[in-house]
């Protein structure tokens, strides 16, 4: 599907590593390296752009593209001694790159929109500029197309406290056409999108994480009405978090994918139906991990070709010394779970975005920690391709070691043990050290299972699962 192998440009020092049978991708450049957001270009091959750290605050960005081989081409843009980001990035009609990040001559102190546009070859056609008040900086910069080829640049969540909100048009060629700022108004923007009558929806959060609405801008980019989000549906409650994505499912229902605090006391991902009216018609349908932070991809959470083959993925918290994992899930548009596995190892990794492709797979970029620096910030930029049977198919039969279909927690426990996975008819055994049974189970087919372990002593147990086709997983838990 994919362009013939891609010229590889180098800007600066990378090291490749494939593993997986090419599944991933990790570019190493020895310094802080985060891919953020990934498109298909007209030639079908995929972009992202990424944002480069010396670890001595000297922002640089940049693109990279690449085929399905994982043979690619960066990047790496220059202006200067300035400090550059790119944000974000849309793709235009004549496939070339228009960007929009920010410039500064200071560390995180970023005054002024960045627009960029390169065509397919990184070559630059044209750049302008946007000045924000002095005492304004490094705003969160969201991009939209919208399907009549409007392109809008929001701006939100800057210094000081959040108070700076905004909204530009830009045209294809680079050029601003229209800018509304709007200080002191609210909370974050999380994610523009397309109203189907014109102008454009944004999905903003609202009292700290308590609750979240959307704001109605019209085409000349004002700011109309504000629709708020219950706090509860149905005695349940709906906290949004602090990240979200949002896309239309058809022409009046469009799908949340969004963090917040609900079951449990850390951050969770959720997922809602919501009418063109803004009104919630589904309670928060949850996947995750309930006991660990589930962090919401900031760019693109949630994709899909064909409803019936929904991505959805979300990463753990990053720690320096804990088992730092991402998950990846498949359901339908009746929020119907189809397939999960958690992924990443004992590494940390996490996701920016996640898009589906047209031949019914999936890719996601983000950034891994690089364990062989020593320095937590040090990171290699992380891409991963799926196809829906490494999620649906047991992770036995999968090409990945690191793939599980289930998930253990908590890890150490103590009188309970949840199991989550999306197999059905699996026997649960559970062996002591010495190699003996000491307990077995038959789980449910639902999404998730509890069962005691009061009669276990403290120590270390190897966990056995079988699913009803045979395939076995085997996993290790401790009990305090």
């Known amino acids: 599907m994919k362009k013939a192998i891609l010229a590889l440009v180098i800007l600066c020092i ?6 997986y049978s090419q599944k991933e991708l990790i570019v190493e450049t020895g310094d802080s390296f985060v891919f953020l957001d990934v498109k298909i270009d007209l030639d079908g091959n995929y972009v992202s752009n990424f944002f480069r750290d010396s670890l001595g605050f000297k922002y640089g960005a940049g693109l990279i593209k690449f085929n399905d081989s994982l043979e690619y081409q960066l990047y790496h843009h220059q202006k200067g001694n300035d400090y550059v980001t790119f944000e974000t990035f849309v793709l235009t009609d004549e496939n070339n790159y228009l960007i929009a990040g920010t410039i500064g001559t ?3 102190y970023n005054h002024t929109i960045y627009i960029l546009l390169l065509d397919k070859d990184f070559n630059t056609i044209a750049e302008s500029f946007y000045e924000l008040p002095e005492q304004y900086s490094n705003p969160i910069v969201k991009m939209l197309k919208s399907p009549e080829g409007k392109i809008y640049v929001t701006l939100g969540r800057g210094s000081p406290s959040g108070m700076m909100k905004g909204v530009i048009e830009i045209s294809p060629q680079a050029e601003i056409i229209n800018a509304k700022m709007y200080y002191g108004m609210g909370y974050s923007i999380l994610n523009p999108f397309p109203n189907p009558d014109g102008g454009l929806f944004l999905f903003r959060q609202f009292m700290g994480n308590a609750f979240a609405g ?11 009405t504000t629709y708020y989000f219950p706090e509860n549906m149905n005695g349940i409650t709906c ?18 994918c969004t963090e917040g605090l609900f079951e449990t006391p850390t951050l969770d991902l959720y997922l809602y139906k919501v009418s063109k009216q803004h009104q919630l018609l589904t ?5 995750g991990n309930p006991t660990e932070h589930d962090n919401c991809p900031p760019n693109q959470s949630i994709d899909w070709v064909d409803p019936q083959n929904i991505y959805t993925v979300g990463y753990m918290s990053l720690s320096m010394a804990n088992r730092s994992t991402y998950f990846v899930s498949i359901i339908n548009q009746d929020f119907e779970l189809l397939g ?3 992924c990443g190892g004992d590494y940390n990794t996490w996701i920016k975005s996640i898009t589906a492709t047209a031949d019914g797979g999936c890719i996601m970029v983000g950034a891994r920690r690089d364990y062989h620096a020593g320095i937590y910030r040090d990171t290699d930029g992380y891409i991963a391709i799926f196809q829906p049977d490494d999620i649906i198919t047991s992770a036995a039969e999968t090409a990945s070691p690191y793939d599980s279909d289930y998930l253990l927690f908590p890890n150490p426990g103590t009188n309970e043990l949840n199991i989550q996975t999306a197999r059905k008819g699996v026997n649960l055994h559970i062996f002591d050290q010495a190699g003996r049974l000491v307990l077995h189970h038959k789980l449910s087919n639902e999404f998730r299972n509890q069962i005691s372990t009061t009669q276990l002593k403290p120590g270390f147990y190897h966990i056995r699962m079988t699913d009803k086709e045979g395939n076995v997983e085997n996993q290790k838990w401790v009990k305090q």
């Open 14 to 19: 990378v090291a490749i590593t494939q593993v």
């Open 106 to 108: 200071q560390h995180y």
């Open 214 to 224: 959307i704001t109605s801008v019209d085409t000349m980019l004002n700011f109309d």
């Open 239 to 256: 906290d949004m978090g602090t990240n979200g994505y949002c896309k239309w499912l058809n022409d009046s229902v469009y799908i949340i």
């Open 283 to 287: 309670v928060p349908f949850f996947v």
């Open 340 to 342: 999960t596995k958690v």
